[in-house]
């Protein structure tokens, strides 16, 4: 039998299993329907296993030789661009967010002064968890890093489900992953 913290109890858990069960379940559905589909193709494959005397080999030509122009789009703002424009919107403070997100002071003083830092993902995903983002904002500020919260890893679905549910706190989001002994954040 396991224990809960004092935040959470065992109807949030319960909450939890069936949420992280529903994509389980969609993940096995859409692998099933995958996996019918492939042996359908296989047979459209097979049945003709002979050429048809009426297929030839393709004809190609030369094209006129053209010139395109090659577009790059503009670069997007990196992390820490995104990151401390939105603490500064809120106006909070930076000891205040790197508290929260239970990191060390010097990690978040280098990454206020190089907009070029590339954050791991947990510290990514602690940041957004200090700073109570919702799903939609999560998955921007993480975007801009390079990173995802994945529908198939179940600490992602831990983390998307306490912040659906506005569970912020770091060391609740670790209890909840710990129960499922997912790789903590």
Do not use: W
Request: with cysteine; aromatic share 10%.
């Amino acid at each position: 039998m396991r224990h809960f913290s004092k935040k959470l109890d065992s109807e949030f858990f319960e909450d939890l299993k069936s949420y992280i069960a529903s994509f389980t379940d969609l993940r096995s559905a859409e692998h099933e329907q995958a996996v019918i589909g492939a042996f359908e193709a296989m047979d459209v494959c097979y049945e003709a296993t002979r050429p048809l005397a009426s297929m030839q080999a393709p004809k190609f030509s030369v094209l006129k030789e053209e010139t395109c122009q090659i577009v790059i789009p503009d670069k997007k703002p990196s992390f820490c661009e995104n990151l401390f424009k939105i603490i500064d919107e809120r106006g909070l403070k930076d000891s205040k967010v790197y508290k929260n997100a239970d990191i060390d002071r010097r990690l978040f003083s280098k990454m206020r002064s190089d907009f070029d830092y590339h954050p791991s993902k947990n510290t990514a995903i602690r940041l957004c968890l200090a700073l109570g983002l919702d799903i939609a904002q999560t998955e921007n500020l993480l975007e801009s890093a390079g990173y995802c919260l994945s529908l198939s890893d179940t600490s992602d679905l831990v983390v998307r489900y306490c912040i659906e549910h506005n569970t912020y706190d770091i060391v609740s989001v670790n209890e909840a992953i710990d129960y499922f002994s997912g790789k903590l954040i």
